[in-house]
């Protein structure tokens, strides 16, 4: 009887400890929910999970397996709290007993332009393929897969009066791997990248994140066999494979158009002109840089996006733009030495950031390491100052570089103008 007592006693604390458990689980991710609205990051970035209400026993399966804190468990029910880091690799899919979760691209608000592409990953227009994430499937498996699939298939056509079989654009994991394949199929093929680093998405995530991935055939190397590996350690694995077998990268080369040139297509860049026989587009989804469109925007001290904070020691930064990648800049930029750093956005606050960095960017304000200037605007960049159009008038600030985060935009108007036909997603599959 005693013994009884006692199991019933150790299970009532269980269950005690379990139901304090749930409740804090449960406030942590209400609140995280509401950080969300409150900064307007209710909207994922493209592929997401929608959870069947009705299904959904709130096992909090889907919120363990994802690697990216995006769900959490609300009255019981899984939500997506936060929804922009939400990045599609359906995790939670998979891990959920009931399938009660559905991926889909999209929301009622915010359409997703996803083109028209066949199993041979050709769009409408012949002889035009698309690989990787701009074509929806996102994941560094997958583009790799898609690459190195779409040139096996491009290879097959006819070999016409062009320079070159294929123009492979981008340089993240569904571009390099089809370089590789272009190289393994002996095709006459040039590999353009705007940026001046080789990954793609993969160079652009957060210092040290672990990229969950799967084995994945790559051409003349064979399986890359990482399952979940630091961003770092992939970078590098892939510098290896590109000094190894000669891939040769066209590194700050933007493609600005493309037009028919007969049976194949001229490609023109910010450098260069080619004719081709196809093209292949990887070019994932984050688009090309926004530009300010000012005088001396054309300056070397002028870049999109921050790499190394250190290199900035002891100078005058001005950041400009209103989003996360902004304020981290900023931030990046206020904790080195001797740095002068302003922050320039054009609205009259910073709607849509994580409260974080709202909150990281207000101290480093307050103890004097950002000069935050809102509603103004870049007038002009001189050799050793910047102009900025304020409320109170001009202000010329000297200045030794200009970090411009303001957002991509994506391709898709200079694509429907050779004809891809795209299909706008409002929540669907
Ligand atoms: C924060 C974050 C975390 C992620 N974590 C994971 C993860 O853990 N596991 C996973 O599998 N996936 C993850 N992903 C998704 C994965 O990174 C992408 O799905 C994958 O990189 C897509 O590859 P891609 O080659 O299609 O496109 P991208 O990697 O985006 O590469 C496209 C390249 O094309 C270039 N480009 C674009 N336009 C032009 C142009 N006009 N001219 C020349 N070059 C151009 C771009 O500069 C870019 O380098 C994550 C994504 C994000 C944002
Ligand atoms: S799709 Fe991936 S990132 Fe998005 S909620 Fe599911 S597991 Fe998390």
Not at 158 to 171: E, T
Not at 208 to 223: D, E, F, H, S
Request: proline share 4%; aromatic share 4%.
């Amino acid at each position: 009887m005693q013994y009884l007592v006692l199991y019933a006693v150790v299970l009532v604390v269980v269950w005690l400890l379990y139901v304090r458990r749930q409740r804090r689980i449960h406030s942590q991710h209400q609140q995280q929910l509401e950080q969300s609205v409150a900064a307007g990051l209710v909207e994922p970035p493209s592929l997401h999970p929608v959870v069947d209400p009705l299904r959904c026993l709130g096992s909090s399966s889907c919120v363990t397996a994802c690697p990216e804190e995006a769900l959490g468990i609300i009255d019981g029910k899984a939500v997506l709290v936060n929804a922009a880091s939400c990045i599609g690799h359906g995790a939670c899919l998979k891990a959920c007993p009931v399938d009660a979760i559905k991926l889909v691209f999209g929301t009622e608000k915010r359409g997703i332009d996803i083109p028209n592409v066949s199993s041979e990953f050709e769009s409408n227009v012949p002889g035009l393929f698309i690989a990787g994430e701009l074509g929806g499937m996102g994941l560094i498996r997958k583009a790799a897969e898609q690459g190195r699939q779409a040139i096996e298939i491009l290879r097959k056509r006819a070999r016409g009066a062009h320079d070159l079989d294929v123009v492979i654009v981008g340089g993240g994991p569904a571009g390099l791997s089809a370089g590789l394949s272009a190289i393994e199929n002996k095709l006459r093929y040039k590999l353009i990248e705007q940026e001046e680093s080789l990954g793609g998405s993969v160079f652009h995530y957060p210092r040290n994140k672990i990229a969950m991935t799967a084995p994945v055939k790559l051409a003349l190397v064979g399986k890359m066999r990482f399952g979940e590996v630091q961003k770092e350690k992939l970078l590098e694995f892939w510098q290896g494979v590109v000094a190894k077998t000669g891939l040769s990268i066209n590194f700050r080369e933007c493609m600005e158009g493309i037009d028919r040139d007969g049976d194949g297509f001229i490609v023109r860049t910010n450098r260069n002109t080619y004719r081709t026989r196809s093209v292949l587009l990887a070019l994932g989804r984050r688009g090309t840089p926004r530009k300010l469109d000012v005088p001396g925007e054309e300056s070397p001290k002028v870049v999109y996006r921050l790499i190394d904070p250190n290199q900035y020691d002891g100078q005058a930064v001005l950041v400009v733009g209103g989003g996360d990648s902004a304020l981290e800049a900023a931030i990046a930029l206020s904790e080195r030495s001797g740095t002068q750093v302003t922050l320039s956005y054009r609205s009259a606050a910073f709607a849509r950031v994580k409260q974080k960095n709202r909150d990281t960017l207000d101290q480093a304000q307050r103890n004097g390491r950002v000069r935050i200037e809102l509603e103004s605007t870049v007038k002009n960049i001189e050799a050793a100052t910047v102009t900025l159009q304020t409320k109170d008038g001009l202000k010329t600030l000297r200045n030794d570089a200009v970090i411009v985060c303001a957002g991509g935009l994506l391709p898709t108007p200079l694509l429907q103008k050779i004809g891809i036909e795209f299909e706008t997603k409002h929540g669907t599959a």
